[in-house]
């Protein structure tokens, strides 16, 4: 899973570079526009680098990566779904034009992985018979964020996630006591960060890693998908 969290991240940097690089043609298109005195400004008001994560009220985010926990030894299975996030402070841009750059608000979703039994390879396949395990994630969290450039934001995101496993013996998380009681639902603490880039008008890039913390056996997810704006 480290490996996973390091290539994140190198893709996080490539892309940053990549948003810099944008947010100067983006500054070189805008429009420009003559007054009476003959000074030429720039509109920023057309600026297409700020379209896509500046205007986000509503986002929805497909995504797909990998889900590490610990079931006999540390494994990683394919998992995918999405995130949906509403930013409260876009109803407050006009108490200020810094209050553009922020993202506050609610974020939810499903991430769904497959574990297989245990030694199962990366797609939960295995000629290996066992107990079979499914798990899904449910984010309640709060979101916190910043455009550092037009086309890039960081942001931080906590609060819990809703762990659903159909074979909790197969996934120990630490309360032993539901691994005999059938499928379980356990609400956990998370915590993890949203690196997000703005391609267009209404879509863009998000790599997403997230730790859900328990008792015996955290949670390890990194994700990367695509925000299609719908406000």
Known sequence: MLKTFKGALALTAALASFSTV???EDYSSMDSNTDTSGTTTKDVGNYNGDSM???EVVGIKPQVGALSTSDRSQDSRLAYGFTADLNLASSIWKAGSKM???FFGPSTGVLYS??????????ASSDISGDSAKLMLIPANLKLGYNITPSF???????GNFVY???????QLGNLTSTSNGAD???RPNVGADF???LGQNFGLIIRPDVTLNPGNDLYSATIGFNALIG
């Open 165 to 171: 496993r159909n074979n909790p013996g197969a996934v």
């Open 53 to 55: 994560l500046k205007r």
């Open 22 to 24: 944008a947010l100067a």
């Open 196 to 198: 997000e880039f703005g």
């Open 185 to 187: 639902w356990t609400l």
């Open 100 to 102: 553009r750059n922020v």
């Open 153 to 159: 934001r960081v942001s931080a995101h906590g609060g």
């Open 114 to 123: 497959n574990r297989g039994a245990a030694g199962s390879n990366f797609f």
